[in-house]
Structures are given as C-alpha cells and as structure tokens.
C-alpha cells in the first residue's frame, strides 16, 4: 500500500524529471473506491466493492505525445513509467507534425472535495440492502408488476495531480446514486417498464443525501401503475407533432447531439476510426445558429452536483462556467490545453481521464442547458396538441452527430392542454441544428436538474466517463415521432 | 512482463489458505494494453497500461459477496478478503446461489504469442507510416488504432479448481477519408499473432474504399436488398449475444430465444455458435467461475437450439452450465465471446453481380435498442455505402439509418459469404461472413 510519502515522491520526481527533448510531463495517481449494489426481484444481484490505485505519466518529447500507467505508486515505479513513456513518445515522434502546443495556465497549487452531508461508504451496508427491499415491497404492491430492479452505485475518487510548469493537485471527488424499475410482462412481446427517478438512475456528486433526497419510496406506486398501463397501451404511430421533452430525455439530447459534437478533439478528427467526427467544425465558431434563441448551454464543471462536477480537469485547469452556445450561436467548444492552442483559446477545462491507467481526452463536463420560465404543467396547459416523451429507452446517433433516433418509456398525448392517452416505445428523430432550432420554449428553474449519466463511451480503449447535464423540460415543434406500426 | 504462472498461482493459494470463507473462489486478472491511435495522418495518443487486479467471491453461511482489488500485496489481499467477509456477513443467505464449480479440465488452446506481446512502439509508428504513405500521395488522410494486449487469466477456488490461460491479441483499424464527408472507408483486423496482421494491405481497402465513395448521392430512404461486409453482420449479431443468447435473460422469460427452443427462429441457411477454440481466433477455454468452456449451438439451420450459462442461469434453466460466466462482479450474466457464424458459398462479386438493385454496407455505427423484445436495432451505416444496379456498384451513396430486426432480417439472407472474418468488438469477438439480404428497412437519409 503506498503512503502519502510514496506518492509525494513518485509525483515529484515526475514534476522533476529532465529528459533530452522533454517540454512538458505530469503525473496523476488515482485511488478508487465504488460500491455497487442491486437487487432484482429483491433478492440480491450484485454487491460489491472494488478498490483500484495506480498512476499514469504522461509527457511530451520531441514535440509529441507518451503515456504510461502503472498500479501502485512509489518513486521506482514512476521512474520505470517514465521510461516508458518517454520511449513511446519518442515513437510518436516519428509520425507527428509541428511540436504539441498547449494553451497556456498559471499552474495550480490547489485543493477540492466534493460537498457531502452523508458518506455513503459509512452508511451500513444492511440499511441501503433494506432501503432497496422496501422499494421492492411496495413496487410489488400494484397488481400486475411482474418483475422488479432496484439499485445503488457509490464512488469516490482520490486525485494527486503535479505537473513539470509546478501544479500541485489534490482532489476527492464523491458521486452517489440509485434508482428503480418495474416491469409488467403478459407473455415476452407484452412487456411495460417504467423507472424512477430515469433510467439507469439518478447520479449526482454528493453524499448519502443524493439517495435520500430521491423520494424514491413516494415514487413506487406511480412508477408501478404506469408499468401495469403501458402493457395495454397503443405504440405511438407516426406523425409530425410538437413534442415536448422530460427533463432527463432533454438531458439526453443535449448529450448526445451538443456535447458529443462540441469536443474539439473530435472536432479535428482524433475519434474519426471509432466515435466518429463532428459537423459543428471550427470555422462555424461564431457563426452558426446552432439552436433557436433561447437556448444558452455552458459547460460548467463547478456547477455544485453534477457528475461532471470538480475542482480541477486532468490538465489542472480550474473549473470555470464556459457558454459553448449563447442564445443560440455556437461559440466555443469543450477543449483541452491541446486543443485550445491549436483553435486559438482558452481551455475550457475538460480533459478527463476515466481511471489512472487512461491516457485524459476531451470530455463533457456539467453540459447546463440555461432553464427558462414556468413549469412543465404550464407547458403542457399551453399546448394544444403534441406527444410529451418521458425518459429514456433509447438512443442512436451518426457518427458526424447530425441524424439521431431517440426513445422514451412512456408517451403521453396532449389534447387541448392536457395530457391523454398513453403509448409505449415512443421514438422520435431529427437532425440537430434543424431540432434544437425548433425548441421555443424551456421550463424554468423549479423543473431544472443536472442528470447524471455514469457511462458516455468514447475513446480506444473505451473510457467509461461521467457526465452531467442541467435541463429542465422543454418543447420543440414540428418533429417526427412515433414509427410505422 | 506477465506475472509468471507459478508466481500468480503462489499467490493465490495463500489467499484461499487466509480466507475466512466456507466457500472461496479467486479471479486473477493481468492486462497489459499498448495502444497507438493516429489521425490526420499523424500519431496523436500513444500509450502503456498495464493493471492486475483479483476478484474475490466469497461463500459464509450461505452468503455470498464479492469483493476486488488491485492491491496484490499481502495487505492488500487479506484487506480484500477481510472486505468480502465483511459484506457477507451483513447480508442474507442467497438460497438461490448454484456454489462454486467443481475441478474439470478446460482443453488448452494456443493463444500467446511473443511477437505481440514484444510489440514496441517504434514497430507499430513504422507499421502507420506503410498506411500514410499510401493514403498521402491520394490526397487522403487516415485515422486509426494500432494495439496490443497481452493477458493473464488464473481462476482458482477452494474446490480444488485450478485454470492457467494467457493470450495475446493485435488489432489494427483504419479509417480513410478525403474530409469528413466526401470519401469514407474503413478496414479492420484482429489476431492473436500480430504478423497475420498485413498493415499495407489493410490500408489499401481503406484507402480504395475512401477514394471510391467520393460525392455520394443521396437515395430515398426504404426496404432495400444489402450486401452487408461482415464487420456489419459482427455488429448484429453482438447485440444477439445480449438479447438472444444469454442464459440469463433467457432463464428470466425475457430473452429473445425464451421459450423458442426448437422454433424456426431465421432462415435454414443460418447456423450460429460460439466457439472458443476456433483455430482462426482462440478464446479463453473457461469461464471466470472455472468451468471448462463448451461449444454452444445457438441457432442451427434456422432453429433455435441453446443459449450459453453460467452456473446461476444454468440452475435456474434446470440446466448444466456451458462455461461462459462473466467476471464475478458482472452482473450482465453470461455471454457468448466467441460467436461464428457458419460460412456459405458466395463470394463478395458473386454476391454484388447477383444484385438487381440494392445497398452495399461497410458497418454500421451506434447501433442501439429499438425494441429489445423484436432484437429490433437503431443505427446508421458508416464508412462506405454504396449504391448496386443491374449487379454493379454504381455510386457510393450517403449514410441512411437502418432500423433491422435481426433475426427477421437473417430470415431473408438470400446469400452467404464463403470468406469469413475475425471481427472484434468490445470483449467480443465474432469470426463471420458477408451476407446478402432481402428487404432490409432504412428509415432515413442521415445527412439530409
């Protein structure tokens, strides 16, 4: 087990090194810390906890790139890491171009530590297994709820970040969440599922309080009944409707069709073999009406709660509110120092690494879509006709993040300002600029939360990584919906 | 360097002597993973990871947890034992655990290789540099991924279980394109022995694709014959492997294949297994809870014949586990990494000459759930997409969204390839071929 000495030494000796042809090195240990529970059925699934500690070096040689991660941490170690990843960069160097530039920062000697009331590690073990069998118990109490899955997931990172410009780093990052569903099945074609608070639930930095701040027990009957009523109910037939989104499903669409296609990195191409490119491509910047008006999103990692919530990114720049689309207009992109230098700005602090042993790339941090007014009953009370969607089921983009099909569990018809029948795997689909232009209307700040999502894939190797998005409800006119039945 | 067999195993049975279980049952896992990434024409992400960690499942009074680290030390194992003991000891007897698998002899198969596992950096720049100075003098630029992993693999228990297994795998991706919009192509290869792997001539089809799918047209989306080139039939099939062949949702009454043993299921001409000891691509020959792993036939000339196990699915299917458990800290189920499926006799010209009108497609990407109850999925075509008249490639086309149902669309395979590909994807690897299929469903011009 390295003690905090044997880190100290491992990163400084790292912030120290001097090597023929080296500009830049940092060094990151990580320790990790989850808890996974869940029981489906109410009989336990999946219970377990995993450590993971380790450290990567990552420096720059000849102008090009290295990475090397090794488990453990003491000086041995990352002198032997920095071995190797100097020899890899000096590998890279044969096939690059001009020398990697990096926007420039004032290092950072810093601290942070997620806010929490609660540590869910100290909670114990039986409370949460019984927290979870009430949920079961009382999920189970509307007739017809065949099957049922109820689950937590607890996190906590330990950061030491230092660098050869002299930032020194440390940071614990905390997340906590949970949630529910029930399914309702007739034979293996009638099925109804719903889930609470969204699908793969609720995850938020925090403590305890994030699972009992849920109302998850409140939630059960609903969540049941409404599993229980879409065996029976019509799929939704296709049409173009104004559709209104739920919270989570706008949360959703932000993620995949504005955060996707904001990471600079894949902007200039570094996904193009595996996650894809991006239409939105720089010289856009500035110019593009990329949605109507009233939709403003900023990234914003020191936005209190979100998954993409810190105090620093994994190139130590401090989390900072950055507007990507400002009343509509694109106007920057998530960045790192890398390719903040090559566009020609400030980095907007998003370089994250999912573990010790992965090299950071540009991720979403806390994607914020600004609420607007009123609430989702007055949205709905205003609309005449339309479809509200609610929660996600499903979801598909292309690879330049322009054509996508997404799905909910539930949808709702809304006649004359109040919501009526009910469908099942209700679809809809668009393209992006033309979708997020449609949006004329976005509930305010009483229906806003940032919803976590706990496993945005990208990179080789694949990179689990949490990301958050604030929404709120919102509406968008002249959609296709529904698909041919 | 992978730890030594004897070292692993030293280590393992101090931890089954220490551990405070009736019951104990170790995974030993060891990855080394070297990873070079290129675009624009240039290296970009070159990297060296390397993690073991062992996972812990642990039996006291009839409860069962389990518990990992990566902190091998003596401290570190009996802290991971001491966590999995203390997990067990707050929750409830779990009546419905099967107990941990009994000693059997897994067949050996050969896996490792040194020229992978000594790959270096400076080999895989120089293997990148045979692409770009093909893909340059074109005017296209190519993008990809160059990696090596090596693996080790010990599964023990207080049985008696006892299983040794190390491999090695090479895999090389290209994308190639003129931008982003007017010329894609794309390759792939895998292997176990990284000199199978033909750096220049992958580049070539990369490269030739992209050079021949510049100005694509648009085509009105709807119900078109394709040819689809394996890495697209692999990608289907994967999400086969999730709705319709694990044991578990299948025990549950809610796989695809519940309840459809013995039904016709797709076409005659389809026969799917998996198959670990493939000579192409040797898998693992047991599973992470140590039974020796089987070859499974998963649909049979058109019927549905099985599904995969692992000892908990299996127990609750009244059944025998097939070898085919995911670490114990899944809770996925168990899985089919090893999927083939059977070959036919066309070749890809036969197949496109054959062709009245029709979609010639590369791969697919995001494919999705669309109803996971119909195997019905969501995605695009990517890569290559081509137009077919009158048995010809005419013109390459723009990406449309598909929406297949794939066991209804393997029910309209008119063609199978004879030539078979290993296809990775994720932990999975599938060795398949090209098939040719009727009335495939696009929904949506993707660029418009």
Same mark, same amino acid.
């Given at each position: 087990?390295?003690?905090p000495?044997?880190?100290?030494?491992?990163?400084?000796?790292?912030?120290?090194?001097?090597?023929?042809?080296?500009?830049?090195?940092?060094?990151?240990?990580?320790?990790?810390?989850?808890?996974?529970?869940?029981?489906?059925?109410?009989k336990p699934?999946?219970?377990?906890?995993?450590?993971?500690?380790g450290?990567?070096?990552r420096?720059?040689?000849?102008?090009?790139?290295?990475f090397?991660?090794?488990?453990?941490?003491?000086?041995?170690?990352?002198?032997?890491?920095?071995?190797?990843?100097?020899?890899?960069?000096?590998?890279?160097?044969?096939?690059?171009?001009?020398?990697?530039?990096?926007?420039?920062?004032?290092p950072?000697?810093?601290?942070?530590?997620?806010p929490?009331a609660?540590?869910?590690?100290?909670?114990?073990?039986?409370?949460?297994?019984?927290?979870?069998?009430?949920?079961?118990?009382?999920?189970?109490?509307?007739?017809?709820?065949?099957?049922?899955?109820?689950?937590?997931?607890?996190?906590?990172?330990?950061?030491?970040?230092? *660098?050869?410009?002299?930032?020194?780093?440390?940071?614990t990052?905390?997340?906590?969440?949970?949630? +529910?569903?029930?399914?309702?099945?007739?034979?293996?074609r009638?099925?109804g599922?719903?889930?609470?608070?969204?699908?793969?639930?609720?995850?938020?930095?925090?403590?305890?309080?994030?699972?009992?701040?849920?109302?998850?027990?409140?939630?059960?009957?609903?969540?049941?009944?409404?599993?229980?009523?879409?065996?029976?109910?019509?799929?939704?037939?296709?049409q173009?409707?104004?559709?209104?989104?739920?919270?989570?499903?706008?949360?959703?669409?932000?993620?995949?069709?504005i955060?996707?296609?904001l990471?600079?990195?894949?902007?200039?191409?570094?996904?193009?073999n595996? *996650?894809?490119? *991006?239409?939105?491509?720089?010289?856009?910047?500035g *110019?593009?009406?990329?949605?109507?008006?009233?939709?403003?999103?900023? /990234?914003?990692?020191?936005?209190?709660?979100?998954?993409?919530?810190?105090?620093?990114?994994?190139?130590?720049?401090?989390?900072?509110?950055?507007?990507?689309?400002?009343?509509?207009?694109?106007?920057?992109?998530?960045? /790192?120092?890398?390719?903040?230098a090559?566009?020609g700005?400030? /980095?907007?602090?998003a370089?994250?690494?999912?573990?010790? +042993?992965?090299?950071?790339?540009?991720?979403?941090?806390?994607?914020?879509?600004?609420?607007? /007014?009123?609430?989702?009953?007055?949205?709905?009370?205003?609309?005449?006709?339309?479809?509200?969607?609610a929660?996600?089921?499903?979801?598909?983009?292309?690879?330049?993040?322009?054509?996508?099909?997404?799905?909910?569990?539930?949808?709702?018809?809304?006649?004359?300002?109040?919501?009526?029948?009910i469908?099942?795997?209700?679809v809809?689909?668009?393209?992006?600029?033309?979708?997020?232009?449609?949006?004329?209307?976005?509930?305010?700040?009483?229906?806003?939360?940032?919803?976590?999502?706990?496993?945005?894939?990208?990179?080789?190797?694949?990179?689990?990584?949490?990301?958050?998005?604030?929404?709120a409800?919102?509406?968008?006119?002249?959609?296709k919906?529904?698909?041919?039945? | 360097? =992978?730890?030594?067999?004897?070292?692993?195993?030293?280590?393992?049975?101090?931890?089954?002597? &220490?551990?405070?279980?009736?019951?104990?049952?170790?995974?030993?896992?060891?990855?080394?993973?070297?990873?070079?990434? $290129?675009?624009?024409?240039?290296?970009?992400?070159?990297?060296?990871?390397?993690?073991?960690?062992?996972?812990?499942?642990?039996?006291?009074?009839?409860?069962?947890?389990?518990?990992?680290?990566?902190?091998?030390? %003596?401290?570190?194992?009996?802290?991971v034992?001491?966590n999995?003991?203390?997990?067990?000891?707050?929750?409830?007897?779990?009546?419905?655990?099967?107990g941990?698998?009994d000693?059997?002899?897994?067949?050996?198969?050969?896996?490792?290789?040194?020229?992978?596992?000594? %790959?270096?950096?400076?080999a895989?720049?120089?293997?990148?540099?045979?692409i770009?100075?093909?893909a340059?003098?074109?005017?296209?630029?190519?993008? !990809?991924?160059y990696?090596?992993?090596?693996?080790?693999?010990?599964?023990?228990?207080?049985?008696?279980?006892?299983?040794?297994h190390?491999?090695?795998?090479?895999?090389?991706?290209?994308?190639?394109?003129?931008?982003a919009?007017?010329?894609q192509?794309?390759?792939?290869?895998?292997?176990? %022995?990284?000199?199978?792997?033909?750096?220049?001539?992958?580049?070539?089809?990369?490269?030739? #694709?992209?050079?021949?799918?510049?100005n694509?047209?648009?085509?009105?989306?709807?119900?078109y014959?394709?040819?689809?080139?394996p890495a697209?039939?692999?990608?289907?099939?994967?999400?086969?492997?999730?709705?319709?062949?694990?044991?578990?949702?299948?025990?549950?009454?809610?796989?695809?294949?519940?309840?459809?043993?013995?039904?016709?299921?797709? !076409?005659?001409?389809?026969?799917?297994?998996?198959?670990?000891?493939?000579?192409?691509?040797?898998?693992?020959?047991?599973?992470?809870?140590?039974?020796?792993?089987?070859?499974?036939?998963l649909?049979?000339?058109?019927i549905?014949?099985?599904?995969?196990?692992?000892r908990?699915?299996?127990?609750?299917?009244?059944v025998?586990s097939?070898?085919?458990?995911?670490?114990?800290?899944?809770? &996925?189920?168990?899985?089919?990494?090893?999927l083939?499926?059977?070959?036919?006799t066309?070749?890809?010209?036969?197949?496109?000459?054959?062709?009245a009108?029709?979609?010639?497609?590369?791969?697919?990407?995001?494919?999705?759930?669309?109803n996971?109850?119909?195997?019905?999925?969501?995605?695009?075509?990517?890569?290559?997409? $081509?137009?077919?008249?009158s048995? #010809?490639?005419? #013109?390459p086309?723009?990406? =449309?969204?598909?929406?297949?149902?794939?066991?209804e669309?393997l029910? &309209?395979?008119?063609?199978?390839?004879?030539?078979?590909?290993?296809?990775?994807?994720?932990?999975?690897?599938?060795?398949?071929?090209?098939? #040719?299929?009727?009335?495939?469903?696009?929904?949506e011009?993707t660029?418009?």
């Open positions: 087990m390295a003690t000495r044997d880190i100290e030494r491992a990163g400084e000796r790292v912030a120290n090194v001097k090597a023929a042809g080296l500009t830049y090195a940092d060094f990151r240990a990580v320790r990790l810390t989850t808890e996974d529970l869940s029981l489906i059925d109410g699934d999946k219970i377990d906890r995993k450590t993971s500690f450290f990567g070096v420096v720059l040689v000849d102008g090009a790139w290295g090397a991660a090794l488990p453990g941490c003491d000086e041995d170690l990352a002198r032997q890491a920095l071995d190797t990843a100097i020899a890899i960069a000096r590998a890279s160097a044969r096939l690059a171009a001009a020398p990697v530039q990096l926007a420039p920062i004032t950072v000697r810093g601290e942070y530590q997620t929490f609660q540590d869910p590690f100290a909670v114990p073990l039986p409370d949460k297994v019984d927290l979870m069998r009430r949920l079961d118990a009382a999920l189970r109490q509307t007739p017809g709820i065949t099957g049922t899955e109820t689950f937590m997931s607890f996190r906590r990172e330990e950061k030491w970040f230092y *660098s050869t410009e002299g930032a020194l780093i440390t940071q990052i905390l997340h906590s969440g949970g949630g +529910m569903s029930a399914a309702a099945m007739r034979s293996r009638e099925v599922e719903r889930s609470y608070p969204t699908s793969g639930g609720q995850h938020e930095s925090g403590g305890y309080e994030v699972i009992t701040g849920m109302n998850l027990e409140a939630a059960c009957a609903q969540t049941a009944q409404e599993a229980v009523a879409l065996l029976d109910a019509p799929v939704l037939g296709e173009t409707a104004t559709l209104i989104l739920s919270g989570d499903l706008v949360s959703l669409q932000i993620h995949e069709s955060g996707h296609p990471e600079l990195d894949r902007v200039y191409g570094s996904e193009r595996f *996650s894809g490119t *991006s239409f939105a491509t720089p010289e856009k910047r *110019s593009l009406r990329y949605a109507a008006e009233i939709v403003t999103v900023l /990234s914003d990692p020191s936005a209190p709660g979100g998954l993409g919530t810190f105090g620093f990114d994994d190139d130590g720049v401090p989390a900072a509110a950055k507007p990507l689309i400002q009343n509509g207009l694109l106007v920057d992109y998530l960045s /790192s120092r890398e390719t903040a090559r566009l700005t400030a /980095s907007t602090g370089m994250r690494a999912e573990s010790w +042993m992965n090299l950071p790339l540009v991720r979403m941090t806390n994607m914020n879509l600004a609420p607007g /007014s009123g609430t989702l009953a007055e949205m709905i009370a205003e609309t005449d006709r339309g479809v509200l969607i929660t996600p089921a499903s979801w598909s983009i292309d690879d330049r993040r322009e054509n996508f099909q997404l799905g909910g569990e539930i949808a709702y018809e809304i006649t004359g300002g109040k919501l009526g029948a469908y099942k795997n209700p809809y689909s668009g393209s992006t600029v033309e979708f997020w232009n449609s949006c004329d209307k976005i509930a305010g700040p009483a229906d806003y939360r940032i919803w976590g999502t706990p496993n945005c894939g990208k990179g080789q190797p694949g990179q689990n990584m949490r990301t958050g998005q604030g929404a409800p919102a509406r968008f006119r002249n959609v919906v529904g698909q041919t039945v | 360097m =992978l730890r030594a067999r004897d070292q692993v195993f030293a280590l393992l049975e101090a931890a089954l002597a &220490r551990s405070p279980g009736e019951a104990t049952e170790l995974v030993y896992h060891e990855n080394r993973e070297a990873t070079t990434r $290129f675009a624009e024409n240039l290296i970009h992400q070159n990297m060296d990871s390397t993690d073991a960690r062992v996972i812990v499942r642990l039996v006291k009074d009839g409860k069962v947890a389990v518990a990992s680290t990566n902190d091998l030390s %003596d401290a570190g194992l009996a802290q034992l001491d999995a003991a203390q997990i067990a000891s707050l929750l409830e007897p779990d009546a419905s655990f099967p941990l698998a000693p059997a002899t897994a067949t050996a198969v050969r896996a490792y290789f040194e020229s992978t596992a000594n %790959d270096s950096p400076a895989r720049a120089d293997a990148i540099r045979q770009v100075d093909l340059k003098p074109q005017g296209i630029q190519t993008a !990809g991924l990696q090596v992993e090596t693996q080790a693999i010990a599964v023990a228990n207080s049985k008696g279980v006892r299983h040794w190390t491999e090695t795998r090479a895999e090389l991706s290209i994308s190639a394109s003129e931008d919009t007017t010329a192509g794309w390759s792939i290869g895998a292997a176990r %022995d990284r000199t199978r792997l033909d750096a220049a001539q992958l580049g070539h089809v990369a490269i030739d #694709k992209a050079m021949r799918s510049r694509p047209e648009a085509i009105p989306a709807g119900d014959t394709v040819i689809l080139e697209a039939v692999g990608q289907m099939l994967l999400f086969l492997g999730f709705l319709a062949f694990s044991g578990k949702s299948f025990a549950q009454g809610r796989g695809v294949l519940s309840g459809k043993i013995g039904e016709k299921v797709t !076409g005659d001409n389809i026969t799917i297994y998996d198959d670990a000891f493939l000579p192409e691509y040797p898998g693992v020959p047991f599973d992470f809870e140590g039974t020796p792993k089987q070859k499974v036939a649909i049979e000339n058109g549905a014949r099985g599904v995969v196990h692992d908990r699915s299996a127990r609750q299917a009244g025998a097939t070898g085919h458990a995911l670490p114990p800290d899944n809770a &996925r189920g168990p899985y089919p990494k090893n083939v499926m059977s070959p036919g066309a070749s890809l010209d036969e197949m496109i000459a054959s062709t009108r029709g979609i010639l497609v590369t791969h697919f990407w995001y494919l999705n759930y669309l996971p109850m119909k195997a019905q999925l969501t995605g695009s075509t990517r890569d290559g997409t $081509f137009l077919i008249e048995g #010809k490639i005419t #013109k086309i723009r990406n =449309l969204r598909a929406t297949p149902a794939v066991l669309v029910s &309209r395979a008119e063609m199978i390839g004879r030539d078979r590909v290993v296809y990775p994807q994720y932990s999975a690897v599938m060795y398949v071929p090209a098939l #040719k299929i009727a009335a495939f469903p696009f929904v011009d660029e418009s």
